[in-house]
Structures are given as structure tokens and as C-alpha cells.
């Protein structure tokens, strides 16, 4: 983990108040791991307020068109409060305050293609954020990724297009039918693993919690491990506020939370009490 200033490349808008935020940072570029995600101060100074940063979870890795290495990284972001108001108004060539890469990511090895044949990856909005380094990785391990991608109209699926160009397989939901199919992404998700039914198959989820609640019982139901990547508010980002804590339970029933920014942001679906939201 560091803490860099650095230089903003580009801030694309993509509708629905979502923006695609380039940052050149070579460094920390090289250590990102899927999954995992970036603090930033949404503003140049470090006295200015907002005072606390933002987590933004890593899109994807920004790379030198000559070499390809790593030279810098994507994150989405949705403009909904001050911090983020300030930052999507910002211009090529400012720069920021970024603390990372933070948090475990999603755990892809090579001893998983001898005992996952498909992954199901199912996104809320911007959910779709940590899911498409996850593909790359998968891919890498000729496991199969499918998305499933929802959202409450046309606008709100973002960035599908990075998804499609790795030829992946892709399911679409608005709730007002505007694409795909009409309604909640975890129709055809239900439908997809009923048809699969003896493949061994691995869901990842993430976005609103009453969808990853959704995909849990899913998961639970049809007997496939699941992994859900948390959002969460953070204080600190370092597990001392205690602010993004999530309530589970221990091995023997006891009642315990779980810190977002240190034990996740991704976890396995079964730690977590799905009858008690975050605050």
C-alpha cells in the first residue's frame, strides 16, 4: 500500500452521473490485484474539505501503449455526495491524494481450473466495478466468466462494452425493460444455473445489498460457493474507526463484525448476516 500524489489522465462521462476517472500512477499500478480498492481525497489540498477520502474500487489497470506495463488505473465513480461532486468536476492534469491498493481481492489461482469449470458474475449498477479484472484473471485460468448485469434502465449499464470485447457471455436486466430483459438480474441468473445444474460453477457478486442478499440465497439454494465484494462507508480505511464493520457469525454461533477495508472488501457469502444491512 501507498500514498501518492498523483496526476489525473482523463475523466470520461458515461450517463447517469458515472465517470471513468484515469489516474497515472505506475507504482501503485503495479500491485493491484482484483477486487482490491483505492482511499482518494476528492480535492487538491489536503486541508480542503471533505477532509476524509473516498474508496473507489479499482476498474481497471491503465497501461503504456508501447510497452504494456502498468502505468496507471480506472476507477468508477458515481457522482451522489460532496466528495464525489468535487471529484468528477476536476480536470485532466490536477492532482489527488491515493492511498492504495487496499483490502483482500478476489482470490483466482491456477489450482481452481481443476475444480471450477464456469464463474457466474453478477452486477448491480456500479457493482460492474470489480468484476472485469476478475474476468481478465479468470480467463487467464480458462474458467469461463458470465456476466449478469442489471440495473434500473439502459443508462445505468455502464462500461458493458469491456465486458462484450473479451467475448463473454452476457445477460441483461432493467427494471423498466428499457434492455435485456425486464426485471431483477437474479431471474436469469436463476434460470442460467438451472440449466447448469451438474457444472461446477463459482458466482461472484456485487452491488446493492438487497441483490447480493438475492444471489447468497441463490448460491445457498443451488449448492454453488459465492463470493461478495461489500461496499461500505469508511473512516479511516485502516480497521481503527471501526466504521465499515459488517455483522457475522463465528465457527459456534457467536455474534462478530467484520471490517470492509481489512477482512474484505470480499468475502465469502456465508460469513455474512444477510438480515442486518450496514449502516
Keep these: ?10 475523466i470520461r462521462e458515461l450517463g447517469s452521473d458515472n465517470y471513468l476517472i484515469t489516474l497515472r500512477t505506475t507504482e501503485q499500478a503495479r500491485m493491484i490485484r482484483a477486487g482490491q480498492f483505492m482511499m482518494l481525497k476528492c480535492v487538491e489540498e489536503v486541508d480542503e474539505n471533505p477532509l476524509l477520502r473516498r474508496p473507489f ?7 503504456n ?18 466528495g464525489t461532486h468535487k471529484l468528477v468536476r476536476m480536470k485532466p492534469g490536477q492532482t489527488i491524494h491515493c492511498l492504495g ?20 458474475l453478477v452486477a448491480g449498477g456500479v457493482g460492474i466495478a470489480p468484476l472485469y479484472l476478475l474476468s481478465r484473471d479468470l480467463m487467464q485460468q480458462n474458467i469461463k466468466p458470465v456476466l449478469f448485469y442489471g440495473g434500473a434502465n439502459l ?30 438480474v437474479t431471474e436469469p441468473l436463476a434460470r442460467f444455473l438451472d440449466k447448469k445444474a451438474h457444472r461446477n460453477i463459482r458466482i461472484y457478486a456485487c452491488g446493492p445489498w438487497e441483490m447480493m442478499r438475492a444471489v447468497h440465497r441463490l ?35 457467536e455474534e462478530q463484525y467484520l471490517r470492509v ?6 468475502f465469502n457469502s456465508r460469513l455474512i448476516d444477510w438480515e442486518t444491512a450496514p449502516v
Design 1 to 10: 500500500m501507498l500514498d501518492k500524489k498523483v496526476k489525473i489522465k482523463d
Design 57 to 63: 474500487t479499482i476498474f481497471n489497470i491503465y497501461r
Design 65 to 82: 501503449a508501447g510497452s504494456g506495463k502498468p502505468a496507471g488505473l480506472e476507477l468508477l465513480v458515481k457522482d451522489v455526495g460532496i
Design 101 to 120: 491498493p487496499q483490502g483482500h481481492g478476489f482470490k483466482v489461482s491456477a489450482e481452481m481450473k481443476n475444480r471450477v469449470e464456469m464463474a457466474c
Design 155 to 184: 443508462s445505468a449499464l455502464v462500461l458493458r462494452e469491456y465486458f462484450e470485447k473479451l467475448g463473454m457471455d452476457t445477460y441483461y436486466a432493467t427494471e423498466d425493460g428499457s434492455f435485456g430483459e425486464r426485471g431483477l
Design 219 to 253: 448460491s445457498v439454494q443451488k449448492k454453488h460457493p459465492c463470493d461478495v465484494s461489500l461496499e461500505a462507508r469508511m473512516g479511516c480505511s485502516l480497521g481503527a474507526c471501526l466504521g465499515c464493520v459488517v455483522r457475522s457469525k463465528g465457527r459456534g454461533g
Design 261 to 266: 477495508c481489512q477482512e474484505g472488501p470480499v
